[in-house]
């Protein structure tokens, strides 16, 4: 009798106190079990495998040449005068340039917004110093949610607008720049 008691005071104080929501459930977070894991919320990390490789060559060949001829005779009694006057231009003109780049790195970059379309804005940047040499690498750009795996990694040729910089400072770098007074000369093609 005691328990039949002991149910329906448990039963009386359920049906007095109101429900709420709220304790286990928020809809702002909430992803299912189910779900993958790949990011879906500003400030949410993304590894970017950068794998870039450019290279271009550009050749110009330039050939023109100019004659001119101007000759006279003149004749004057027991005698006769001849003249000539001659010109000749010749310009022989080549080029050739040639560039080549590759970066290979992974870097992790945060969500920084997402586009009405659902695209991700990532933004991120690393920096390295070994024995007083800085390298930066920076990368930026919109990436489509479904190009990022399972592993949350996107490769860097999947990032649309990117803008990668890797760039270094320090003696290394400072060395492969030449002297002031030798760009000085180069403004005056010396």
């Known amino acids: 009798m005691n ?18 929501a ?12 189910t ?7 500003v400030g949410d990390l993304i590894t970017v495998m950068v794998y870039e490789s450019a290279s271009a060559s550009t050749a110009a060949n330039t050939s023109a040449g100019r004659d ?3 000759g006279w005779e003149t004749r004057l009694p027991g005698k006769g005068y001849l003249g000539a006057l001659k010109t000749s231009n010749q310009m022989d003109g080549g080029g050739r340039t040639a560039r080549e780049g590759r970066v290979l790195a992974q870097i992790t970059v945060a969500i ?9 804005v990532v933004a991120g940047e690393q920096v390295l110093d070994i024995n007083d040499e800085r390298q ?4 930026e750009g919109r990436v489509r949610a479904r190009d990022v795996s ?3 990694v996107v490769l860097s040729t999947r990032i649309a607008n990117a803008r990668i910089s890797y760039a270094g400072q320090g003696d290394l770098a400072n060395v492969q720049r030449p002297a002031w007074w030798q760009r000085f000369l180069t403004l005056f093609g010396l």
């Open 3 to 20: 328990t039949l008691r002991i149910a329906c005071a448990l039963a009386a104080l359920v049906l007095a106190s109101p429900a709420t």
């Open 22 to 33: 709220g304790s286990l459930y928020k809809p702002g977070t909430f992803q299912p079990y």
């Open 35 to 41: 779900s993958d894991l790949r990011p879906r919320h």
């Open 68 to 70: 001119a001829a101007i």
């Open 112 to 120: 920084q917004e997402i586009t009405e379309h659902g695209d991700l």
């Open 136 to 139: 930066q690498i920076r990368v």
């Open 150 to 152: 399972d592993a949350n």
